[in-house]
C-alpha cells in the first residue's frame, strides 16, 4: 500500500499539469498578444485622398489615439475608385493589428453595390469592426453666380434648363455621386454629373465656378459658405445640420426620400486577433471622448457614434442592404 503512494501521487500529479498545459494557447497566449500590443506603428488605411472627411477625422483622432497606444498610427491616403483601391488593400493585408482601414458609406456600402459582378472585397467577411466613429450630412450647395436664392428656385431653373447645369462630386461611385443621382431621381432633373478625383477638388471646382453646384459634405461647405462663396440650399438628412441651422433639408420643401446620412468606422483584417479588436475598440472609444477630438469633429458638422465592435458590425451589416437599395433607386451606374 504504502509502496504504490508515490506512484498514483507521481500519476495524479501528471494529470493535473496535463489541464493547463493543454488549456494554455487558448487564454495565456490571447491574453499576451492583447498586453504586447501594440509594439511598433499601426498604418491606418484612408482610401480618400487627404482634405476630405475620412481623412479629417483620422488625423483629429490620431495623435490623441498614438499618445493612448505609445505608439504611432501612421495615416496612409490610398484613394481611388470610390475607396476601393485603399479597402482592397487593407482586406489583403496581414492580420495582426497593426493594418487598419477608414470604412465608411462610400467603400462599405456603395462602392460594392455598384461593383457587384465583380466584388474585390466583402465586407462582412474580409473585415472585424472595431468601432463606428461618426456620421456627416451632405447638402447641395451652387456657385453665388447661379441665379436661385432656395432650392425650389434651383429646382425649377433646373427644369428650364435641361441638361444645362452641372454638379461636382467627389468621385464615380462615391456617396456624394449616388445622392446626386438621388437628387435627380427625386426631382426629375437633368443634371450632368462631373466627378472629380476627391472632396477638395470638387470644391475647388465649384468655388471657381468650373461648375453650378455640387452634393459635398456639411463639413466641408462651413468654411465656404461662412466666406459667401457658395450658396447651400437643402441638405440631406431627418433633422436640419446644427452648424448651418438655418438651411432646410429637403423634407421640409417636400421633397421626400432624402433623409439619409453617412458614417465613418474603423475596420482590420478579418482574422486579426479578437484581442487586439477588443483592446483598440476601448482606446477609440477614449480617444472619441477626449476633449478635443469632441470639440474638433462636432465643431467641423459631425456627430460622433461611439459603439462597441458588436454593435457596429450589427449596424454596418443593416446599412448594406439598405444602400444597395438606394443605389438601385438612384440609377447610379460608374461612369
Known sequence: MNSSAPRNVSLFLRRMLLVPLTAAPFSFVGMSVAQQYPDK????????VA???PDFISRTI???????????????????????????????STADGYTLVVGGTSNFCVTPALQRKNKRYDVMEDFLHVALLAQAQLLVVSHPSVPAK?????????????????????GNGTTPHMLGELFKHATGLKIQHIPYKGGPQAWTAVVSGEVELLVGQVQQAIPQVKAGRIKPHAVFGAK?????????IFNEVGITGLDVTIW?????????PAEVVTKLNGEMAKALASADVVAKLTGGGLEILPSTPAEATKFIRA?????????RISGAKVD
Open 41 to 48: 506603428n499601426i498604418r491606418l488605411i484612408v482610401p480618400y
Open 240 to 248: 436640419r445640420s446644427a452648424s448651418l441651422p438655418n438651411v432646410p
Open 319 to 327: 446599412e448594406i442592404p439598405r444602400w444597395a437599395e438606394a443605389v
Open 62 to 92: 490620431e495623435p490623441v489615439l498614438s499618445s493612448q497606444l505609445g505608439q504611432r498610427v501612421v495615416i496612409d491616403n490610398r484613394p481611388g475608385a470610390g475607396g476601393l483601391i485603399g479597402t482592397e488593400l487593407a482586406a489583403k
Open 264 to 272: 465613418y468606422s474603423i475596420a482590420a483584417p478579418a482574422k486579426a
Open 51 to 53: 482634405g476630405g472627411t
Open 150 to 170: 432656395s432650392i425650389k428656385e434651383l429646382i425649377e431653373l433646373a427644369k428650364s434648363h435641361p441638361g444645362k447645369l452641372s454638379y461636382a462630386s467627389s
